[in-house]
């Protein structure tokens, strides 16, 4: 017992290096968000805002909540989409077995590995001959791209280890396929909804690529473009900058923080068999 309280210390000492390390960019990002244009070069930096200013959040409030809206938008028209599509795909796979069944999947995989921006290149010429360029509703199928599969992944290996019993029973009662995954597979499917809802939400959140490529000229942009609005040739509007994004990352930390339980269930699901 004595002999492995050094090394539970080393290992804690370690750990709190390893999580300073990767936490002080964040709190960097709200330092330089409260301090002023002045003091943005000053050598040595200053670690604190000794002389803070709220101008940067005074510039959120006055120009980036239309941005915020379309990201909540995104985001929602994201999830919506994407469980809509992965949740009865999943559950096929995991069920119905159809044929093709694992090729299919190994396609999923592939898909996830394909680059965004050769994505965004064919969606720009997709959309300029349908005429949705620019549009909210195809920036949300775009974003869907994303995440579908990865959430197809996730609802087939948690419905797998749905038993075969409880389908069987809801068929004995006299309910369809149809009946049996919206009244019974889809409330016992909780963790991996929420797991595949986060994902999809906060991958649209936080796209640049698509937002850029897709909606770059339209009325509808999301944060990440009112953020990028801030950067010109000869002039960045750091603290505006940083407060924007201290101010973007509350939803998302916020959704993480009330969904961890949820996602580290629903992304080992399928992991163990009884």
Not at 156 to 165: C, K, L, R, V, Y
Not at 183 to 203: D, G, Q, Y
Request: proline share 6%; hydrophobic share 50%; aromatic share 12%.
């Amino acid at each position: 017992m004595t002999t492995s309280t050094p090394r539970t210390w080393w290992k804690t000492g370690i750990g709190l290096v390893l999580t300073g390390l990767m936490l002080f960019p964040v709190y960097w990002m709200i330092n330089v968000s409260f301090t002023r244009d002045q003091d943005m070069r000053a050598s040595p930096p200053h670690l604190f805002p000794t002389n803070g200013t709220l101008d940067g959040y005074r510039a959120v409030l006055d120009q980036q909540l239309p941005y915020l809206g379309t990201s909540f938008l995104v985001g929602l028209g994201t999830v919506a989409l994407t469980v809509a599509l992965a949740a009865p795909a999943g559950y096929a796979l995991a069920k119905l077995r159809p044929p093709g069944g694992p090729a299919l999947s190994f396609m999923l995989l592939i898909a996830q590995m394909i680059p965004g921006i050769i994505m965004a290149m064919g969606f720009y010429a997709i959309y300029l001959t349908l005429g949705v360029l620019n549009t909210l509703p195809g920036l949300i199928l775009a974003d869907t791209t994303l995440a579908v599969p990865f959430a197809v992944l996730i609802f087939t290996a948690f419905m797998s280890g749905i038993p075969d019993e409880l389908l069987q029973a809801a068929v004995v009662d006299g309910a369809g396929r149809l009946r049996t995954f919206w009244s019974v597979v889809l409330p016992v499917s909780r963790n991996s909804i929420v797991t595949v809802s986060l994902f999809a939400f906060l991958w649209s959140w936080s796209d640049f690529i698509f937002a850029s490529t897709l909606a770059g000229g339209g009325d509808y942009q999301p944060i990440t473009l009112g953020i990028y609005h801030y950067i010109g040739n000869n002039n960045q509007q750091w603290n505006a900058i940083m407060a924007t994004a201290v101010v973007a990352s509350i939803p998302a930390a916020v959704l993480l923080i009330l969904a961890q339980r949820y996602v580290s269930m629903g992304v080992t699901a399928g992991a163990v068999k009884d």
